[in-house]
């Protein structure tokens, strides 16, 4: 059984930017979410991809932006990058959007 | 949404029981309890999760009272390797868990 892996591991941007980050959900799971956590904080919602389409959305702006593909891999899409984006991008995978999630090992993101 | 509060350390010695008591004085009737463990620069690992009474498995113990405002979670004989941040999370099982809120979770820090 193969986990939640992403890519990439880190990434540097520069301010204004756009950045894709993507996952690939562990076998069998059609639900992915994505999680920011800021360096000494909890992670915090950004959205919800349950078969395709997007089924939630945490407190975050338009320019935060995914994809679900038929294989339920999913990309996680930020536009206009601000300094604040900095944080470590988590995705979870999950069965029909059980509360039992597995995350993968997050994509570290550093906007300069 | 039912908003959680938990200790912000705690610190334990290898061999004895930590319990960390989460506070969730809002809880709705159709949430579920669920507590993740995560590792620094690792994503989240799914603990445990209950709705009432006591549930026990493998790794942890967790104990509802007959109210549902708090929870604790037990690990029973830590060892070094336990030391990580745990979250205690509350949320709607039917469609809902689009909204899970991490809060900023427990540094637990095992001693030798």
């Known amino acids: 059984e193969t986990g939640v892996t992403q890519s990439p591991t880190h990434l540097i941007k520069t301010r204004g930017q756009q950045v894709t980050l993507r996952c690939s959900s562990q076998?069998?799971?059609?639900?992915v979410s994505w999680y920011q956590q800021a360096l000494g904080q909890g992670p915090q919602f950004i959205f919800q991809?349950?078969?395709?389409?997007?089924?939630g959305r945490g407190n975050f702006p338009p320019r935060f932006s995914g994809l679900q593909f038929p294989n339920y891999s999913s990309e996680l899409n930020v536009n206009a990058l601000e300094l604040d984006d900095s944080a470590l991008y988590l995705c979870?995978?999950?069965?029909?959007?059980?509360?039992?999630?597995?995350f993968g090992p997050g994509t570290r993101l550093t906007v300069t | 949404l039912a908003k959680t509060t938990q200790p912000i350390s705690m610190d334990s010695y290898e061999g004895q029981e930590v319990n960390i008591t989460c506070s969730h004085n809002?809880?709705?009737?159709?949430?579920?309890i669920t507590w993740y463990q995560q590792f620094p620069s690792q994503g989240p690992r799914f603990i445990i999760q209950?709705?009432?009474t006591k549930v026990t498995n493998e790794v942890a113990s967790l104990f509802i009272p007959a109210d549902r405002k708090s929870s604790t979670l037990s690990l029973p004989r830590v060892s070094l390797s336990d030391t990580a941040v745990y979250y205690c999370?509350?949320?709607?099982?039917?469609?809902?868990?689009?909204?899970?809120?991490f809060g900023s979770g427990t540094k637990l820090n095992v001693k030798p």
């Open positions: 979870a995978s999950s069965w029909e959007r059980d509360y039992e999630q597995y």
């Open positions: 076998s069998g799971h059609n639900t």
């Open positions: 991809y349950y078969r395709e389409e997007e089924n």
């Open positions: 809002n809880i709705a009737t159709n949430d579920y």
């Open positions: 209950g709705y009432k």
């Open positions: 999370l509350v949320g709607d099982v039917a469609y809902n868990f689009n909204k899970f809120y």
